[in-house]
C-alpha cells in the first residue's frame, strides 16, 4: 500500500465573538496483492500445477473541502456550524486464474466508482461558568465504497438463480458509501481548585446503507449497500491531581 494525504487550513485568530475555519484535503492510495498456490503435484491430476494466481490493484483518490464557523450569542453560549464537501474516484482490476477459478487463462475484471456529498455538523455549548461546559452536537460522518468484480451469470458456475432469490439480475458494479449521523450529549468541568476534571457524554449514532458482503450458494459474492444500524453508548473520563508530581486518571466507557 502507498499512500499520500495533504491537508491546508486557514483560520481566524483573536477572541472574538465570530471565529471560523476553511480548509481543503486530498488524499492518493494505491493497493496492490499478488497471490499464488504452484504445486507440480497437481498437474498429473488437472493437467496444471496453478491452483490459483490472482493480481489485484486499486486506486482511490479523493478530495474535500470543508469550513466552520463558531458564535458566540452570549458570553457563555456559542454556536458552530460547519459543513465538509467531499468527493472520491476508484477504479481498479483483478485477474486471476487456476483450478480453483475454473481456468488455467487469466481472465481480468475490472472495478470502478464515484461518489461525492455533504456532512454537515452543528454544536451547542453553554458555559455555565469557568468551570463547567455542557454541549450537545450533531455531524454526518461517511466511509467510502468501491467498484465490485461482476458476478457471473451464465455458465457451470452461474450464479444467476441465487441472484434472482435476491431480486437481481446482476451484481452491483459499485457499492456507495456508509454514512452515520452522530447524537452526543456532554459535560466538562473542573473541580477541587481545578485538581480534579471530569468529563463525560451519552451518544446515539444512526448507521445507514452498511457496506456488507453478501455470499451466494454458487461461491461468489459481492459487497453491497444493505441495512441500517444504531449504536448507544456513554464514556466518562476522569483526572485528579494527588501532587505536584502524581496524576490520577481513569477512563471508562459503554457501547
Same mark, same amino acid.
Given at each position: 500500500?502507498r499512500?499520500?494525504?495533504?491537508?491546508?487550513?486557514?483560520?481566524?485568530?483573536?477572541?472574538?465573538?465570530?471565529?471560523?475555519?476553511?480548509?481543503?484535503?486530498?488524499?492518493?492510495?494505491?493497493?496492490? $496483492?499478488?497471490?499464488?498456490?504452484?504445486?507440480?503435484?497437481?498437474?498429473?491430476l488437472?493437467?496444471?500445477?496453478?491452483?490459483?494466481t490472482?493480481?489485484?490493484?486499486d486506486?482511490l $483518490?479523493?478530495?474535500?473541502?470543508?469550513?466552520?464557523?463558531?458564535?458566540?450569542i452570549?458570553?457563555g453560549?456559542?454556536?458552530?456550524?460547519?459543513?465538509?464537501?467531499?468527493?472520491?474516484?476508484?477504479?481498479?482490476?483483478?485477474?486471476q486464474?487456476?483450478?480453483?477459478?475454473?481456468?488455467d487463462?487469466?481472465?481480468?475484471?475490472?472495478?470502478?466508482?464515484?461518489?461525492?456529498g455533504?456532512?454537515?455538523?452543528?454544536?451547542?455549548?453553554y458555559?455555565?461558568?469557568?468551570?463547567?461546559l455542557?454541549?450537545?452536537t450533531?455531524?454526518?460522518?461517511?466511509?467510502?465504497?468501491?467498484g465490485?468484480?461482476?458476478v457471473?451469470t451464465?455458465?457451470?458456475?452461474?450464479?444467476?438463480?441465487?441472484?434472482?432469490?435476491?431480486?437481481?439480475?446482476?451484481?452491483?458494479? $459499485?457499492?456507495d458509501?456508509?454514512?452515520?449521523?452522530?447524537?452526543?450529549?456532554?459535560e466538562?468541568?473542573?473541580?477541587?481548585?481545578?485538581?480534579?476534571t471530569?468529563?463525560?457524554?451519552?451518544?446515539?449514532?444512526?448507521w445507514?446503507?452498511?457496506?456488507q458482503?453478501?455470499?451466494?450458494?454458487?461461491?461468489?459474492?459481492?459487497?453491497d449497500?444493505v441495512?441500517?444500524?444504531?449504536?448507544?453508548?456513554?464514556?466518562?473520563?476522569?483526572?485528579?491531581?494527588?501532587?505536584?508530581?502524581?496524576?490520577?486518571s481513569?477512563?471508562?466507557?459503554?457501547?
Amino acid at each position: 500500500t502507498r499512500q499520500l494525504s495533504e491537508e491546508i487550513r486557514l483560520t481566524s485568530n483573536g477572541d472574538g465573538a465570530l471565529q471560523w475555519l476553511v480548509g481543503g484535503f486530498y488524499s492518493d492510495y494505491t493497493y496492490r $496483492q499478488d497471490q499464488y498456490s504452484i504445486n507440480d503435484g497437481l498437474t498429473p491430476l488437472f493437467g496444471s500445477p496453478n491452483l490459483f494466481t490472482l493480481n489485484s490493484k486499486d486506486h482511490l $483518490q479523493q478530495t474535500a473541502e470543508f469550513g466552520e464557523i463558531s458564535y458566540k450569542i452570549t458570553s457563555g453560549l456559542k454556536a458552530t456550524v460547519g459543513a465538509r464537501h467531499y468527493s472520491y474516484s476508484q477504479d481498479g482490476f483483478v485477474t486471476q486464474s487456476g483450478i480453483a477459478v475454473g481456468s488455467d487463462t487469466p481472465s481480468t475484471a475490472y472495478t470502478s466508482a464515484k461518489n461525492s456529498g455533504i456532512n454537515p455538523k452543528f454544536t451547542l455549548s453553554y458555559a455555565l461558568d469557568s468551570n463547567l461546559l455542557i454541549y450537545g452536537t450533531a455531524a454526518k460522518g461517511f466511509r467510502p465504497g468501491s467498484g465490485n468484480t461482476p458476478v457471473p451469470t451464465t455458465g457451470s458456475d452461474s450464479c444467476l438463480a441465487g441472484l434472482q432469490a435476491l431480486g437481481k439480475t446482476n451484481s452491483p458494479n $459499485q457499492y456507495d458509501p456508509d454514512t452515520v449521523w452522530s447524537y452526543e450529549l456532554g459535560e466538562k468541568a473542573t473541580l477541587l481548585d481545578r485538581r480534579l476534571t471530569l468529563d463525560a457524554d451519552v451518544y446515539y449514532e444512526r448507521w445507514s446503507n452498511v457496506q456488507q458482503q453478501v455470499q451466494l450458494a454458487c461461491g461468489f459474492g459481492y459487497i453491497d449497500n444493505v441495512g441500517s444500524a444504531g449504536v448507544r453508548g456513554g464514556e466518562v473520563e476522569l483526572k485528579f491531581k494527588l501532587s505536584p508530581s502524581w496524576t490520577f486518571s481513569q477512563a471508562g466507557g459503554y457501547t
